[in-house]
């Protein structure tokens, strides 16, 4: 997955944008204007921040030791960065899903609306 095809998934998911709060080098995804991807436009190979259930962020990191990691500059318990060089394609899309499924169960109701 390139940083287009990255870029047109995130979009495609239900009321997220996009923006760089961060400077022009960090682009990010947001769902009810909470975060679930980071990605550094500068940085070859491409890799995303994505928000990870506690277990399950111990479990990929295992099964792909050289391409998932604990998040960098970010609550390493709860995030992993993932380089999208050399991964299914299937695989990325699961866990940006899952990003968003976690940023979102965390959006309280009435916030949440505002944004639907």
């Known amino acids: 997955m390139n940083l287009e095809e990255l870029r047109e998934y ?3 998911l239900p ?3 996009e923006d760089m709060p961060f400077g022009e080098e ?3 995804f947001r769902i009810c204007n909470r975060i679930f ?3 550094n436009l500068e940085r070859i190979p491409v890799s995303v921040s994505l928000k990870c259930d506690p277990e399950r962020a111990i479990e990929l990191r295992e099964q792909y030791p050289d391409k ?3 998040g960098y500059h970010l609550n390493k ?3 992993n960065t993932v380089s999208l060089e050399g991964l299914p394609p299937t695989l990325i899309k699961e866990m940006i899903q899952h990003s968003y499924d976690q940023v979102l169960a965390k959006v309280p109701k009435k916030e949440t609306l505002k944004f639907i």
Request: with cysteine.
């Open 10 to 12: 995130c979009l495609s």
């Open 26 to 28: 960090i682009l990010v």
């Open 68 to 70: 998932i990691v604990a």
């Open 77 to 79: 318990k709860h995030w």
């Open 15 to 17: 009321h997220v944008t």
């Open 37 to 39: 991807v980071l990605t």
